[in-house]
């Protein structure tokens, strides 16, 4: 999604497709995802609702799609995401193929529905 003012973009978001795996206990159950990489605001255009545009339009696609989607983000940003309904993974849950994990951050799901205590893991795959 892209915010333009005449001709220049004052903010976007990237919703990226990625393949998964839900490895429940033995099984694996391959599935689709959008991994939330980015939410930008211009600087001279935040504090007028853009994001909450931005937000509400992405989880609405996400939801028609009816994808599950990931993102990642610092500590500080959890009570944001928090507020439109994405909900917390514990690192534990969490495996990636060609990603750089690190405990400097939180990982966090919406859309489909899954019961973290019944799965293992949550495989994503990150292409190089």
């Known amino acids: 999604m892209v915010l ?8 976007y978001n ?18 689709k995802a959008y991994i939330f990489d980015t939410l930008i605001i211009d600087n001279k255009f935040r504090n007028l609702g853009l994001s909450k545009l931005i937000m509400n339009k992405s989880n609405n696609i996400i ?8 993102l ?4 500080n940003m959890i009570k944001f995401y928090k507020y439109y309904n994405w909900k917390i ?5 969490i495996l990636f193929t060609n990603f ?12 489909k529905k899954i019961n973290l205590k019944k799965i293992k893991k949550i ?4 292409k190089q």
């Open 123 to 126: 495989e994503i795959f990150f």
């Open 14 to 31: 990237v919703l990226k497709f990625r393949k998964i795996n839900f490895k429940y206990f033995r099984k694996k159950l391959p599935g």
């Open 100 to 111: 750089k994990k690190t405990n400097m951050h939180a990982w966090m799901y919406y859309g």
């Open 63 to 70: 939801k028609k799609k009816k994808y599950i989607s990931f």
């Open 89 to 93: 993974i514990p690192d534990s849950k």
């Open 72 to 75: 990642v983000c610092k500590p």
């Open 4 to 11: 333009l003012n005449k001709k220049d973009i004052i903010g």
